[in-house]
């Protein structure tokens, strides 16, 4: 079975600060990963997803992250953030044979201080 | 083009009652999913639906069920309504059963309070 931790349920940071949202999963098999962003009173939104290739992914909104393999982690960044960052950032994976289902985290609130 | 749609927005019912959800997949997209997204935490994944059959079940009750249409739009149903079923219903439509590329798009889901 596939399952994802995500390390800090809330990160508070101050605009145009860096910031670093962490992930782990586990898994016996090959998986795809995936940053999902949730607004207040809306649905997911895909981020970026890591299929395979280059360990470093580009995301939408000038979020990217790196695939670990080795520590079982996909950590997302963003050099300088925005008001507007502030949501709900979710960690997902999903098996290749069966990339429907989709595995979430328990989420990291983003909140970002003037 | 118009995105994954859901109805109803938000929904009350009363313990015990019966719920069904209705969502509208992105034109071409024939597989639908539907998650349950609790107050504080994470989705957690339902049914997948692929050319009107099942294709994968979540640990759900029996009292959880789905089906798809031959417009591949689809309804979640819950019977038997409990406090525990309160929670944000996501549907997610992709043009595929498998395969990371086929990326899911998510609908603004259903508010479901259950008293």
């Known amino acids: ?114 | 083009d118009a995105g994954v749609t859901q109805s109803p927005t938000h929904l009350i019912k009363t313990r015990g009652q019966q719920v069904t959800l209705r969502c509208s997949p992105i034109s071409g997209h024939k597989s639908v999913s539907w998650y349950q997204q609790v107050l504080g935490q994470g989705p957690q994944f339902i049914f997948q639906y692929y050319e009107k059959e099942e294709r994968g079940r979540g640990n759900f009750p029996d009292r959880f069920s789905a089906r798809q249409f031959p417009n591949y739009s689809s309804e979640l149903n819950v019977n038997a309504l409990l406090l525990g079923d309160s929670a944000l219903y996501l549907c997610a439509s992709s043009l595929a059963s498998s395969g990371g590329s086929y990326e899911q798009y998510f609908g603004p889901g259903t508010r479901l309070t259950v008293t």
């Open chain 1, 1 to 114: 079975a596939q399952s994802v931790t995500q390390l800090d349920s809330q990160v508070p940071v101050f605009e145009e600060a860096p910031v670093e949202l962490r992930c782990n999963y586990s898994s016996s098999v090959s998986v795809y990963l995936f940053w999902y962003v949730q607004y207040p009173n809306q649905g997911l939104q895909l981020l970026l997803k890591y299929l395979s290739g280059s360990t470093l992914v580009k995301g939408i909104n000038g979020f990217e992250a790196e695939f670990n393999k080795s520590q079982t982690s996909f950590h997302l960044r963003k050099p300088s953030v925005h008001i507007s960052d502030t949501a709900e950032y979710f960690c997902a994976v999903s098996r290749y044979s069966s990339a429907s289902k989709i595995i979430f985290g328990s989420g990291t609130r983003l909140s970002i201080r003037p």
